[in-house]
């Protein structure tokens, strides 16, 4: 009788309708249909609604399916026991018509507003998983191995893509020009900008030896996004090995350490400038350095050094100069492996949310 009433109340509804008289057989059409919704009693011949809810939620076949339980019983446990099976609702016999086509719609309107919400979900992770891959091919795809420098480099976007960029410009015999930038936000609004940037630096016309006019080159070409939210934290470095110099200008972007004698040394002291983006800053301050053999400076973004675990703890800078301390003996590849291995497992319990970029350059 009750399984007449709900087909007659749900008759002309536009639902494709399958009755079970039992709980086997209900589970037998459940796995061969996989229903949106289950209309399910709590007191049925061979197996009560309970234990078919608990073999329903158990196949991932038909996990998904949505339960309504019916029952004449009004105790609140057994309510409660239904919810904790995962039941998505409860409706009490006698039923009502209107009560059981308002909960039906309801329910079955949030599964499809879910199930439309994972597609598009689906799909805007497949466009940055998309976008992350052609991000990557703007890297560089192999590293200078001669020249007096060895160079050795670590990548991750906190999602599919990001806005941290680097890259090593060979410019004469013996010096190399480094540049990193960090864009502000992350995702496809920074991986575009990130992408001009690097079109940008390979099509420049400043001259690439010059640290001060490749930022302000960089700084005037996207003068159309002062006032908004968009910066870029920017440094770029000229290596000289036949020199033995450093010279490098830095806007707004952490410092280098500098690995000397097996011990790790400060960040570099850099007068600095805004983000570029921002401002038109009068001048650009270029720093130089003498270099010596063995020398192994490293360049990063902040998304290293301001990575948090879960209770709000920065890795910092002081934690990363131990690394490279503790690690000197490395060759360049190891010890970038030493410092994200060691920042992983600091916030091993938190996900990244900001991209992280290492870039380790060594001096024969």
Do not use: W
């Not at 999602?159 to 540049?179: H, I, K, R, T």
């Amino acid at each position: 009788m009750n399984l007449s009433v709900l087909v007659r109340i749900l008759e002309g509804s536009g639902y494709r309708i399958l009755v079970a008289r039992n709980g086997p057989s209900a589970l037998e059409i459940a796995r061969q249909t996989r229903p949106d919704l289950m209309l399910l009693d709590v007191v049925m011949p061979e197996m009560g609604g309970f234990e078919v809810a608990r073999t329903l939620k158990a196949d991932a076949a038909t996990s998904e399916t949505v339960v309504i339980f019916l029952s004449a019983l009004g105790d609140v446990t057994d309510k409660v026991s239904g919810l904790e099976l995962g039941a998505a609702d409860y409706i009490t016999k006698p039923f009502q018509s209107e009560e059981v086509l308002a909960r039906v719609r309801g329910h079955l309107l949030r599964k499809q507003l879910e199930r439309e919400l994972r597609i598009s979900r689906d799909n805007l992770a497949s466009e940055l998983r998309s976008a992350g891959e052609m991000q990557r091919l703007l890297l560089p795809r192999t590293l200078p191995a001669d020249g007096g420098v060895r160079f050795a480099a670590h990548y991750r976007t906190s999602l599919q893509a990001g806005g941290d960029y680097y890259d090593v410009l060979p410019l004469n015999a013996g010096a190399f020009g480094v540049f990193l930038a960090d864009v502000s936000g992350h995702g496809a609004k920074a991986a575009v900008v990130m992408a001009m940037m690097r079109t940008l630096l390979h099509s420049s016309t400043a001259p690439l030896d010059d640290p001060a006019r490749v930022l302000d080159s960089m700084n005037r070409h996207f003068s159309y996004l002062s006032g908004t939210n968009l910066f870029a934290t920017a440094l770029y470095a000229i290596i000289d090995t036949a020199a033995m110099r450093l010279r490098i200008a830095c806007a707004g972007h952490p410092r280098p350490v500098l690995l000397r004698e097996v011990r790790a040394v400060s960040p570099l002291s850099l007068p600095g400038i805004l983000p570029l983006f921002m401002l038109d800053p009068p001048a650009i301050p270029v720093s130089d350095f003498e270099l010596r053999t063995g020398d192994r400076l490293l360049f990063y973004t902040d998304g290293i050094t301001e990575r948090e675990t879960s209770s709000g703890e920065s890795f910092g800078v002081q934690r990363l100069v131990d690394n490279l301390a503790r690690n000197a003996g490395r060759s360049p590849a190891d010890l970038i492996a030493g410092v994200v291995e060691e920042v992983d497992s600091f916030c091993e319990e938190c996900e990244q949310v900001d991209d992280q970029t290492l870039l380790l350059a060594a001096i024969a």
